[in-house]
């Protein structure tokens, strides 16, 4: 049987920076920097990533055990995952005065091996690092409805150059029609995906009760679900694997995006591994850019991850390249953290 949650000190989301071990070991202040890498975003939270500390250097490995067959069948989005862990591993680096050197890909013959990292010479961060920095913890994925804000037209062109220096693209979604199309792909990639008893229990498989402590999947909570109906989460989970809830997600999430200030497609010039892991960096750090002015984002994937609406989307951009992650920015109600897996149980050891 879980336990019940206790208050865990040991958390990621609890590491404070006065405990970096500015007189400790490369590998002692590696292991530490740890703690914010796993603070990234992952789909279903399931936090596809493992770490490996050998000769003061950081290899950061994709862990497919927690790969989603049905929802990412080419592990796209789980490299897209591992690569805002390293993003928030170059920025943690940079932020304790160091140079990030990372190489990526350094194995051909381990296509799980992604990167190399480790520290460089002695540098200053920049202004902007110490601000990203400072939202590390702070950044949540919120599925709330966004208030009828208007987001500064400054800081969507930031993070559109910004995306830039990372290696993809970021589209803004501002004409009406493309924002309603583009609703209604959402739509349709809900009823098709809900419709898939394999992609229901998936789905299910990471869904849990916020009264339970685990470390990762999706508590009640990060799904809008109050703590008076908390106890229903295990009904939800069933209903999810027995029945098509589609025509009700679907009209929920219709209404978020036409309530969202601004529609936004992460996509990258080609469909490789290297440019997933790309877009992974380029995604967190325009998440976190958005959160030092107080713009929260969530994803609504669906017309990505089903094969047949991808085309379509990719049409309404009229771009050439490949969309990768469909966003939602707008200024939202503060909400819970997801919880994250403590960093020895994301050590890999031989």
Known sequence: MSEIISSEPLSPWNVSEIDFPKRGSPSEQLDFLLNYAVLAPSQYNAQPWLFKIAHETIELYADRTRALPVIDPQDRELIMSCGAALYNLRLAIRHFGYVDVVKTFPNPEDPDLLAHIWLGSRREQTEEEFLLFATIKQRHTNRLAFQNKPIPETLLSIMQKSTLEEGAWLHLIQEQELRNAVADLITEGDRIQLANPHFRRELAAWLHSSRYATHDGMPAYAQSIGELLDFTTPIVAHSNRTFDTGRGQAAKEHELADG??????????????????????????????????????????????????RPQLKNLLNTSGYPQILLRFGYGTEVKPTPRRIVSEVLRHE
Request: hydrophobic share 50%; no cysteine; proline share 6%.
């Open 260 to 309: 969202s200030p601004v529609f936004a497609v992460l996509g990258t010039e080609e469909e490789t591994t290297a440019s997933w892991l790309d877009a992974g960096q380029a995604l967190q750090r325009l998440l976190l850019l958005g959160q030092v002015v107080g713009v929260s984002a969530s994803f609504l994937n669906q017309p990505i991850q089903v094969p047949e609406l």
